[in-house]
């Protein structure tokens, strides 16, 4: 008979530096598949609140006009990345297509830096507040270490060493970058509303979700993006609803399968398959597949 924990004693029992990709896949696509894919999703939404990201986004459109598909894109380019890994053919040409697209692009180290930060301390925060238990100390290292290799070969420089110095430059960055633009509120009012036509928030009338939305959102984000202050009942609810359903999955079997972002149902751009190398913009200088 399997138990709930019989995943976690294999992570524990592995180095968190030598066996990084594993641990994290175990982490990501067995353990905290639902969550993974909340913390990830409010991890690029967070970058929004910083005006050299939210206002470079808009002013390409593609996070207003098309943004399902972005939604999509970079979903599915960072799975591909985990589920295949860096060295694999199909990691490879996902992360040439991230560095293609980005090198088009004036972006700030700094910037990417940071983008890179809320990659690693989003999760652990997010489990901790509302996942069935929080990352453990190796899955934290493993993250940190999976996210340098990854910053690596996107060529960042200055990535920080430990997940805590993660958490130091994440908490700084925003502490100093964290302000309002028209083109980042433009992204997250695009991003709510897509959130909108995902069940089971589709049946939920649109002031409701946004409500809920914010009620996940800390006072610095909402004063970036200029969104009132939640109802503290239905915030109280949102949380709380949250922390019940972590608790119940206490008691749920550990997954016998990975379960990939690919196979979200709120990926939707591609019912007849995709290539990774096809995924994302191709601003003028990016080789165009053929």
């Known amino acids: 008979m399997r138990h709930r924990h019989d995943i976690l004693t294999r992570i524990t029992a592995m180095d968190p530096v030598a066996d990084h990709l594993e641990i994290y896949r175990l982490t990501a696509t067995y353990e905290f598949p639902w969550d ?6 409010f991890a690029l939404f967070r970058t ?4 050299s990201i939210g206002e470079l986004l808009a002013s390409t459109g593609e996070f207003t006009e098309r943004v399902q598909k972005r939604y999509n894109d970079t979903g599915l380019i960072l799975d591909a990345v985990l589920e295949h890994g860096p060295d694999s053919g199909t990691g490879r040409a996902a ?9 088009s692009y004036d972006i700030s180290n700094d910037d990417m830096r940071y983008v890179l930060c ?14 069935w238990r929080p990352m453990s100390g190796v899955e934290k290292i493993a993250s940190a270490e999976y996210y340098q290799a990854l910053g690596k070969r996107m060529g960042i420089k200055d990535i920080p060493d430990t997940w805590q110095e993660f958490a130091r430059v994440h908490d700084a960055y925003e502490a100093e970058h964290f302000a309002y633009s028209e083109g980042g509120r433009a992204v997250a009012d695009a991003t709510l509303a897509l959130l909108g036509t995902f069940p089971p928030h589709d049946r939920l009338p649109a002031s409701v979700v946004r409500q809920t939305s914010f009620a996940l959102m800390d006072d610095a984000l909402l004063a970036a993006f200029r969104y009132p202050k939640p109802n503290p009942v239905l915030a109280a609810a949102t949380r709380a609803g949250l922390r019940a359903r972590g608790r119940a999955l206490r008691f749920a079997a550990p997954r016998e399968e990975p379960f990939h972002a690919r196979q979200l149902p709120t990926i939707r751009s591609y019912p007849n398959g995709y290539d990774v190398s096809a995924l994302g913009t191709f601003p003028t200088g990016c080789p165009v597949p053929h």
């Open 36 to 41: 993974m894919n909340q913390a990830l999703s």
């Open 48 to 51: 929004y609140a910083v005006p």
């Open 95 to 103: 992360i040439r297509r991230m560095n293609q697209m980005h090198r």
């Open 118 to 131: 809320t990659f690693v301390i989003t999760p652990i925060r997010w489990m901790a507040a509302y996942a």
